[in-house]
């Protein structure tokens, strides 16, 4: 028996079609056209599916994790190439667009800034990585930049809507100083 952590490969994945996971697809779609706006040399996220490393897998135990059952299939964000990290999206977080988006931001900023090291997404005013935050209903990037004494930092864009902010920034992450 081997534990999850034991393995050197990671179980093979599936591309998710779309349709397979609406809540979740429409949430992608809009993290989609923030990393559209902020990293434009990158291809869109996609949702990955891959067997479970849940405990008892390929041995019969626990419910519907057994060989030859298909096992349960855990889905991550991912980069074009594949690549992912951190934690599987909670099935239960498709059940609703606001469930939905808020897991799939926290997938998306997890395998950015990890898979391309590289804070993600980064605030045009003050280049720092933002953070989603629920405002009004609604999930927006937070940035810490400007606090005052009160630690109130600034809301940058609804999540999805950071294309509409006008782009400082040149590309490669570098302000031009003006003296």
Request: charge should be negative; proline fraction near 8%; hydrophobic fraction near 35%.
């Amino acid at each position: 028996m081997s534990a999850p952590f034991d393995r050197l490969d990671p179980p093979a994945a599936r591309p998710v079609p779309p349709g397979e996971f609406p809540f979740w697809d429409e949430a992608l779609a809009m993290v989609n056209r923030d990393l559209a706006a902020t990293l434009p040399e990158r291809e869109p996220l996609r949702l990955l599916a891959h067997r479970s490393w849940g405990e008892g897998e390929g041995e019969g135990e626990g419910e519907g994790e057994g060989e030859g059952d298909g096992g349960r299939e855990d889905v991550t964000v991912a980069l074009a190439d594949g690549e992912w990290h951190g934690n599987p999206l909670r099935p239960e977080s498709a059940q609703s667009l606001a469930l939905a988006l808020a897991a799939v931001v926290d997938a998306a900023q997890e395998t950015v800034t990890e898979r391309l090291w590289q804070a993600w997404p980064p605030c045009v005013e003050h280049d720092l990585g933002m953070h989603p935050r629920a405002e009004q209903g609604r999930l927006f990037w937070w940035c810490a930049g400007g606090r005052t004494r009160s630690g109130a930092g600034h809301l940058s864009a609804a999540v999805g809507e950071l294309d509409g902010l006008a782009r400082s920034r040149r590309p490669g992450g570098k302000r031009r100083r003006r003296g």
